[in-house]
């Protein structure tokens, strides 16, 4: 596996489709894309100059997380001063340490509380996966709504949108160079998954990241993209929204109601088995439960397992 740049990449009869890439955004700003931004293989980012620079999210095992590192010191950057976490799921956070000494890690204050509850998560759900060495490393510096970081002359605001993939999680913005990474308040041409989170905060979230009027969106999964990926999620959301007033109205369960559903344009979007997931969260919601309020795990990545067809879901880091 190496990592190469976006135009290489295209041309290279040796470049795996499943490489990471390095996409430039903007003078000083990069993505780093996992293809094809499936479970655990998610995208982070890099910006900054040759005094100093930031890294938005690392990886799920410290092998990929060790390519990003090659990644940002291939850009002529120094090795990351902050690393923000854009949320606490694994993917986005195991390969923190290999950030460590020299980064401090920058989050929601709900992201810290969730990322030390979790533990090593990931290595439950996928046991035969080499994570490699991993240490918990959750943020040092926490914010509550707001913050707003210096990197050399980019100015990185990093939002809180409310409780929407998860209670904590943060949209980093550059406002001058018009980027946002959005973690995984949307996966491009991926099923969004909402069971830690609400799907009416996650319909709150787009709104907020429509005002910030970037035109280039980094999606926490999936091909860099742009703000029409706020209209793909939202329409998948309401559908949701829909499907489970529908079906908890007669009293079905989130898995009968998944297994009745026609998919239509979604059935092409990967990972389409967290629709179970997705209407555990809506149905909680609809009960009354508060957004983020904790679901049965088992239960959930069960009902996942049996919408793919009895095959647990598969960590493809």
Known sequence: MSVTDSCASATDPYASATD?????????????????GGWCLNNAGFLGDARESLLVDT?????????????????????????????????????????????????????????????????????????????????SVTYRERLTLYVG?????????????????????LPEQGVVFTGDLV????????????????LRALALLRSLDAPTVVPGHGRVTDPSAYDDTERYLLWVRELAA?????????????????????????????????????????????EGSPLDAVTVFGDMAAMNGGVPVACHA
Not at 80 to 102: A, C, M, Q, R, W
Not at 153 to 165: F, L
Not at 187 to 202: C, E, I, K, Q
């Open 59 to 139: 990886a799920a095992t410290e092998r990929r997380a060790r390519l990003l590192r090659d990644a940002v010191l291939a850009q002529g950057l120094p090795l990351p001063g902050t690393v923000v976490s854009t949320h606490h799921h694994g993917d986005h956070t195991y390969g923190n340490g290999v950030f460590l000494p020299e980064a401090r890690i920058v989050g929601h204050e709900n992201c810290r509380i969730e990322q030390l509850a979790a533990g090593h998560q990931l290595h439950l759900l996928w046991p035969r996966t080499d994570f490699g060495n991993v240490d918990i490393r959750p943020p």
């Open 187 to 202: 996966f491009h041409g991926g099923t969004p998954f909402l069971p830690m989170g609400s799907l009416a905060g996650s």
């Open 153 to 173: 002359d980019i100015e990185v605001r990093v939002i809180h949108p409310g409780t929407a993939h998860t209670t904590g999680d943060s949209i980093v913005h």
């Open 20 to 36: 990471p890439y390095v996409v430039a955004l903007a003078p000083g700003v990069h993505a780093f894309v996992q293809p094809d």
């Open 246 to 290: 529908g079906g908890y109205a007669k009293g079905a369960t989130p898995l009968e109601t998944a297994r009745a559903a026609e998919l239509g344009e979604f059935g092409a979007w990967r990972e389409s088995e967290r629709l179970v997931a997705n209407l555990h969260r809506a149905y909680a919601e609809l009960a009354g439960l508060p």
